[in-house]
């Protein structure tokens, strides 16, 4: 009887576990729809790109393939979402590694657009020296 009734609170235990992780998920989207935002997004943009593609209206642009196209777009969108993010107080969070992922996937797009894949990653490196140094005086202040 006594296995029973273990049996029984260990259950109800676990089902008040997983409510509670459901709306833990959902306060956490409550509260940060922009990573929601961004992610929507960025599907948006690789669907469009790939329906331009698939149309034929990328065609006529030469070096434009849709890939090219999505990670250029999806590198902007995450770097304007850490941006967002820096300039809206209640969407706060650190960047860092947001910035940087949004760096390597304009970089993949725009090292196949203009080729030079050198001068690209260059920029990347030079651009992500630039974030460090911003972050660490707007962090000391």
């Known amino acids: 009887m006594t296995e029973r009734r273990y049996e029984e609170k260990e259950e109800k235990q676990e089902k008040e576990n997983e409510k509670q992780e459901e709306k833990n998920w959902e306060?956490?989207?409550?509260?940060d729809p922009l990573s929601a935002i961004a992610w929507a997004g960025i599907l948006i943009w690789a669907g469009?790109?790939?329906?331009a593609e698939s149309l034929g209206f990328l065609a006529r642009f030469?070096?434009?393939h849709a890939w090219t196209l999505i990670f250029t777009g999806?590198?902007?969108?995450?770097?304007?979402e850490a941006f967002v993010r820096l300039l809206v107080p209640e969407y706060r969070r650190p960047v860092t590694g947001s910035i940087i992922f949004g760096l390597i996937l304009l970089g993949i797009g725009l090292g196949n657009l203009i080729g030079g894949w050198?001068?690209?990653?260059?920029l990347v490196l030079i651009a992500l020296g630039m974030s460090m140094l911003i972050r660490g005086f707007v962090s000391h202040r």
């Not at 306060?27 to 509260?31: F, L, N």
């Not at 050198?118 to 260059?122: K, L, V, Y």
């Open 27 to 31: 306060e956490k989207w409550r509260r």
């Open 118 to 122: 050198g001068t690209i990653w260059a």
């Open 48 to 51: 469009l790109a790939l329906l």
């Open 74 to 80: 999806a590198g902007l969108i995450v770097i304007l």
């Open 62 to 64: 030469r070096p434009l």
